[in-house]
Each structure stands twice: as structure tokens, then as C-alpha cells.
T-cell receptor
């Protein structure tokens, strides 16, 4: 079974600085999807960024980028120019590609605090 | 695009009451929806996968008679917590999967259920 591990329960960063959240996963499959979701205090789950395992290029969405290391099974999220609105719980998630296998496997989450 | 609406956002009711939560995909059709439960400061736990026109698939340990799921149309899934008790108090979140790779799940705003 696939597992996702976020080893940092909490992180903090100064406003405007850069922070990296770690995520590792375990799978025997070669093709899969990886996601980062953000959950602010409102508790809505917001998709931040997505990565397809067969794509070597790291995904980027404005100030958010990932460092996808397939061989190491690592999928870290980098937030540049941190803003107060980035404060939230961040969840890394894995999903298989196989038709019918649609579950998201979530990590434990990392609580990110932005210091003004 | 890919908006998921969940209603109600907060419900308080007496023990023994049955509570229905609705999850709607507003601008896309969702043959599959998912129901999660989240305890404070924890990750999301998948309860069941809701399939349009067929029975839901429940995760191990989830009581199907307690948590009734109906997915009668391509845009609506409902979760009914039957004879709710205080231990059923939690945050419930639904999601729906869009078509096309990488087919991310988009989440509703969640429902805070408090059983007195």
C-alpha cells in the first residue's frame, strides 16, 4: 500500500522569505499523481499544485514550486516570497493512475506559520 | 471552474437525530465523489467513495449503516449520519474528481457537525 509521510508537523517563516515543506512517499508504481493541498483556518481544501510522475519537469504555480525527485520518492513544496495568507495546514497527497483506483492518500500535514 | 458546494456548513443537533449533508459539483459532472472525515489537527480520513448510480464503497472500519451515502445524479451526493451521537461530531468534507489527467479532486467547504 502506498504511504505518504510529512516529517515536519510545524514550520514557520518570516514574511517575504522562502520556505520548503517536505514530503516523501512509498510506492512500487512508476506512474502516479502527486498533489499539494492547502487548508487555511476556514478548513477548505485548496489545490496548490500538481505533478504527474511521468513528467520530469517540476511543476510551478506562481510562487509555489515543487522539487520532484522520483528516484528518491520525494516531493517537496517551495513557497517563495511568503505571504500572511499562506498560513495554513499543507497536505501532500498521492494518487494512483490505474483506472478505478481513485483514492487520495494524504500525509499527516504540516502547519505553516508566517511571521510578520 | 471545478467548484464543489457542500451544505450545510455547520449543524448542531440533538443525539439520536439523523443529519443529511449534501455535496454538489456546480460546473462539472462527477461520476465519483468522496467523503472524508477530519478530526481536529489531523489529516483527512477517507470514509467512502460514492459512485453515481451504484452503491458506495466504504473504507474498512466505516459503518455503512451509520453513514448512508446516496449518489443519485452526476452532480449530487449525500451523506446521512443516522441516529447521530456525540462521538459522530466531526468535520466532514466531500470532494469530486474532474475528468482528464491528472484528475485532481476538488473539495467542498466542509460541514462541521456537532451532536449534543
Amino acid at each position: 500500500a502506498q504511504t505518504v509521510t510529512q516529517s515536519q508537523p510545524e514550520m514557520s517563516v518570516q514574511e517575504a522569505e522562502t520556505v520548503t515543506l517536505s514530503c516523501t512517499y512509498d510506492t512500487s508504481e512508476s506512474d502516479y499523481y502527486l498533489f499539494w493541498y492547502k487548508q487555511p483556518p476556514s478548513r477548505q481544501m485548496i489545490l496548490v499544485i500538481r505533478q504527474e510522475a511521468y513528467k520530469q519537469q517540476n511543476a510551478t504555480e506562481n510562487r509555489f514550486s515543487v522539487n520532484f525527485q522520483k528516484a528518491a520518492k520525494s516531493f517537496s513544496l517551495k513557497i517563495s516570497d511568503s505571504q500572511l495568507g499562506d498560513a495554513a495546514m499543507y497536505f501532500c497527497a498521492y494518487r494512483r493512475v490505474i483506472q478505478g483506483a481513485q483514492k487520495l492518500v494524504f500525509g499527516q500535514g504540516t502547519r505553516l506559520t508566517i511571521n510578520p | 471552474g471545478a467548484v464543489v458546494s457542500q451544505h450545510p456548513s455547520w449543524v448542531i443537533c440533538k443525539s439520536g437525530t439523523s443529519v443529511k449533508i449534501e455535496c454538489r459539483s456546480l460546473d462539472f459532472q462527477a461520476t465519483t465523489m468522496f467523503w472524508y472525515r477530519q478530526f481536529p489537527k489531523q489529516s483527512l480520513m477517507l470514509m467512502a467513495t460514492s459512485n453515481e448510480g451504484s452503491k458506495a464503497t466504504y473504507e474498512q472500519g466505516v459503518e455503512k449503516d451509520k453513514f448512508l451515502i446516496n449518489h443519485a445524479s452526476l452532480t449530487l451526493s449525500t451523506l446521512t449520519v443516522t441516529s447521530a451521537h456525540p462521538e459522530d461530531s466531526s468535520f466532514y468534507i466531500c470532494s469530486a474528481r474532474v475528468q482528464g489527467r491528472p484528475r485532481p479532486q476538488h473539495f467542498g467547504d466542509g460541514t462541521r457537525l456537532s451532536i449534543l
